[in-house]
């Protein structure tokens, strides 16, 4: 499996979702080389009038992933998404089946895939998920930089994880 093509098109939502001003996080989901559902960032755009808590890329994939025809066996699905799924998405993505998760650029804020599985309940601690990090992070780096400088972004200031990004952009050297 390719993962930096399939990368490249969660990066895509990514960049969708930016468009529209909303976070820059995108989503898709794979089963036999076929991309099955996709979803994007919704709720967190400047108007505020619509903030969201809980319609985040992956679980905009995983609701179009339900109704998918025909219907996969989630085992065999990969998810790539753009940013390491938080807690609640990693739990979602665990209910839901699936084999594989692909990130691109880590959430030192709210990353939920370095939870230990083994203190957990047998319903996550025997889950089969695999996680591969840091695939196209640049990419995905590269998009948060642009939302983080956006005046309409202000929100976000002096936040931990706008900090984060900067220093990660900084010492990527792109800022020459």
């Not at 529209?20 to 755009?45: L, M, N, Y």
């Not at 065999?76 to 990693?90: N, S």
């Amino acid at each position: 499996m390719n993962h930096e093509a399939y990368m490249g098109l969660a990066l895509d939502q990514a960049a969708d979702a930016a468009a529209r001003g909303e976070f820059p996080v995108g989503c898709v989901i794979v089963h036999d080389g076929q991309v099955v559902a996709k979803g994007a960032r919704f709720g967190t755009s400047p108007d505020r009038s619509m903030v969201s808590e809980v319609d985040h890329a992956e679980i905009q994939a995983l609701r179009d992933l339900e109704i998918c025809e025909p219907a996969v066996v989630p085992q065999d699905c990969t998810l790539f998404c753009t940013m390491e799924p938080c807690l609640m998405c990693f739990g979602a993505i665990i209910l839901a089946g699936l084999g594989t998760i692909v990130y691109a650029f880590e959430d030192p804020m709210g990353g939920g895939t370095c939870c230990d599985l083994r203190s957990l309940t047998p319903l996550y601690r025997d889950s089969r998920l695999e996680v591969i990090s840091g695939v196209c992070r640049q990419k995905s780096l590269d998009l948060f930089y642009k939302f983080f400088n956006k005046e309409e972004n202000r929100y976000w200031e002096n936040s931990f994880l706008e900090a984060y990004v900067r220093k990660q952009f900084q010492m990527s050297g792109k800022n020459k």
